[in-house]
């Protein structure tokens, strides 16, 4: 009875509710776009992370001699499988993690954090998604090729087909050069751009590694999967196939680990992304924490405002007040049909709301936005990625619901304490 009462009124009494509305649908529009541009940067970041990285989950090595080289990569693979997480990509690579890599060109050179060896056979869907400016992700027949971000090509005054060196540390410790084709160049000028990447193999015959050998394997996760939980699932079906360390949260505690616990063979471990993005985990949870403070002031400011015009909705239907109490409706009813007309109103203002977000964020996602290191990190050739998961949709029903309810729970308590008769007597 009470909700099919609050819609009757709440459809009567529609003009009176018109400037709450407005208010609502502004508060609706600009959560949307905090909560939408928030999952944006965050979701970017976490893909650029997971190609830069080896995905969401990767499984790596340590031993004496320090090879990183994973010898059971069937049983790694069969673990991936069998651990049921939800795949969206695999990485397999062999990985060159000294910072001395450089590469050269018309005598300029400019070194590279990490040279990534990538299966093509595996990771060529995965690779085709990068933003590639100009030449093409698929290799040549070769194989001799080298892929580099814009800033590394703006640096080095190369463009795609230029012949450029680079030059590494084999495993003997003795630096090799290999030439190499610019085979495309990608848009990336910040953190994730000072890599290059190229054929695992060409890369392991320019360190002296086997032919076919690979520091990393990963998976990138879909979306929604939660990669420590993902870690955990692949590390227990890893358990009894490959000599484990314990699961840790960090590659910092698995390094602490081996110091203190010297190893004496080769083991594995299982890390999520999480774990080797500690700066940029802080800037991501920093990000969420401002879209949550600026939701939170904005939820106040509306709440405000949606108690002070549910006051003057509340004094003009005084007499309707009396009606009903005089019909014989009792004060908690009351209550709640002015309530129930609120969350009508909430429901419907969000709904109103989220469109016009969704359409102001589908612009924005077309607007080209100035890069630089930081900026590039959470962008897409320029661009924001029109990102809202269902998460979006949630909070902003909830953020409308709660708004509708603080700001009109106190006024509609005070009309409900009035007697019939007073209520009655109103603008007699």
Same mark, same amino acid.
């Given at each position: 009875?009470?909700?099919?009462?609050?819609?009757?009124?709440?459809?009567?009494?529609?003009?009176?509710?018109?400037?709450?509305?407005?208010?609502?649908?502004?508060?609706?529009?600009?959560?949307?776009?905090?909560?939408?541009?928030?999952?944006?940067?965050?979701?970017?970041?976490?893909?650029?992370?997971?190609?830069?990285?080896?995905?969401?989950?990767?499984?790596?090595?340590?031993?004496?001699? *320090?090879?990183?080289?994973?010898?059971?990569? +069937?049983?790694?693979? $069969?673990?991936?499988?069998?651990?049921?997480?939800?795949?969206?990509?695999?990485?397999?690579?062999?990985?060159?993690?000294?910072?001395?890599?450089?590469?050269?060109?018309?005598?300029?050179?400019?070194?590279?954090?990490?040279?990534?060896?990538?299966?093509?056979?595996?990771?060529?869907?995965?690779?085709?998604?990068?933003?590639?400016?100009?030449? %093409?992700?698929?290799?040549? &027949?070769?194989?001799?090729?080298?892929?580099?971000?814009?800033?590394?090509?703006?640096?080095?005054?190369?463009?795609?087909?230029?012949?450029?060196?680079?030059?590494?540390?084999?495993?003997?410790?003795?630096?090799? %050069?290999?030439?190499?084709?610019?085979?495309?160049?990608?848009?990336?000028?910040?953190?994730?751009?000072? !890599?290059?990447?190229?054929?695992? &193999?060409?890369? *392991?015959?320019?360190?002296?590694?086997?032919?076919?050998?690979?520091?990393?394997?990963?998976?990138?996760?879909?979306?929604?999967?939660?990669?420590?939980? !993902?870690?955990?699932?692949?590390?227990? !079906?890893?358990?009894? &196939?490959?000599?484990?360390?314990?699961?840790? +949260?960090? +590659?910092?505690?698995?390094?602490?680990?081996?110091?203190?616990?010297?190893?004496?063979?080769?083991?594995?471990?299982?890390?999520?992304?999480?774990?080797?993005?500690?700066?940029?985990?802080?800037?991501?949870?920093?990000?969420?924490?401002?879209?949550?403070?600026?939701?939170?002031?904005?939820?106040?400011?509306?709440?405000?405002?949606?108690?002070?015009?549910?006051?003057?909705?509340?004094?003009?239907?005084?007499?309707?007040?009396?009606?009903?109490?005089?019909?014989?409706?009792?004060?908690?009813?009351?209550?709640?049909?002015?309530?129930?007309?609120?969350?009508?109103?909430?429901?419907?203002?969000?709904?109103?709301?989220?469109?016009?977000?969704?359409?102001?964020?589908?612009?924005?996602?077309?607007?080209?936005?100035?890069?630089? !290191?930081?900026?590039?990190?959470?962008?897409?050739?320029?661009?924001?990625?029109?990102?809202?998961?269902?998460?979006?949709?949630?909070?902003?029903?909830?953020?409308?619901?709660?708004?509708?309810?603080?700001? $009109?729970?106190?006024?509609?308590? &005070?009309?409900?304490?009035?007697?019939?008769?007073? $209520?009655?007597?109103?603008?007699?």
């Amino acid at each position: 009875m009470v909700l099919s009462l609050a819609w009757r009124n709440f459809f009567r009494q529609r003009h009176r509710y018109r400037v709450l509305a407005v208010a609502l649908v502004l508060g609706a529009v600009v959560f949307s776009l905090l909560f939408g541009v928030t999952a944006s940067l965050n979701q970017t970041v976490r893909e650029k992370a997971a190609r830069y990285f080896s995905g969401d989950v990767v499984v790596l090595s340590w031993e004496p001699s *320090n090879d990183h080289l994973l010898k059971a990569q +069937k049983q790694i693979f $069969a673990a991936i499988k069998q651990s049921g997480i939800d795949v969206s990509a695999l990485h397999r690579r062999s990985v060159y993690y000294g910072a001395d890599a450089q590469l050269f060109f018309n005598g300029s050179s400019l070194i590279q954090r990490r040279v990534i060896g990538m299966d093509f056979s595996v990771e060529q869907n995965d690779f085709d998604r990068m933003d590639f400016l100009s030449g %093409t992700p698929v290799p040549s &027949k070769s194989h001799e090729d080298v892929w580099v971000s814009d800033d590394t090509a703006r640096r080095l005054h190369v463009k795609t087909g230029d012949l450029v060196v680079l030059m590494v540390k084999t495993v003997e410790g003795y630096s090799n %050069t290999i030439n190499l084709k610019i085979r495309g160049i990608f848009a990336d000028s910040s953190f994730f751009g000072f !890599a290059c990447y190229m054929d695992y &193999k060409v890369l *392991n015959r320019a360190l002296g590694r086997p032919i076919d050998a690979v520091t990393e394997i990963g998976a990138t996760l879909g979306p929604g999967t939660s990669q420590e939980e !993902a870690a955990e699932r692949l590390w227990h !079906a890893l358990k009894g &196939k490959v000599p484990l360390l314990p699961l840790m +949260k960090t +590659k910092d505690d698995i390094d602490a680990f081996t110091g203190k616990h010297p190893l004496t063979h080769k083991e594995y471990d299982v890390l999520p992304l999480t774990s080797r993005l500690k700066q940029i985990n802080d800037l991501t949870n920093g990000i969420t924490a401002v879209n949550l403070l600026l939701s939170l002031v904005f939820l106040i400011v509306v709440t405000i405002g949606v108690f002070n015009t549910y006051q003057m909705i509340v004094f003009e239907r005084t007499r309707e007040i009396g009606t009903m109490r005089a019909m014989g409706m009792q004060r908690p009813t009351l209550i709640g049909v002015f309530l129930a007309e609120s969350a009508y109103l909430g429901l419907v203002s969000s709904v109103v709301g989220m469109l016009i977000g969704a359409g102001v964020l589908a612009i924005l996602s077309q607007v080209t936005f100035p890069g630089n !290191a930081v900026i590039d990190m959470f962008l897409v050739k320029g661009h924001l990625v029109w990102a809202w998961p269902w998460q979006n949709v949630l909070w902003v029903v909830l953020g409308m619901l709660a708004t509708g309810f603080f700001g $009109a729970v106190f006024p509609a308590w &005070k009309g409900a304490q009035q007697k019939p008769v007073d $209520a009655l007597r109103h603008d007699a």
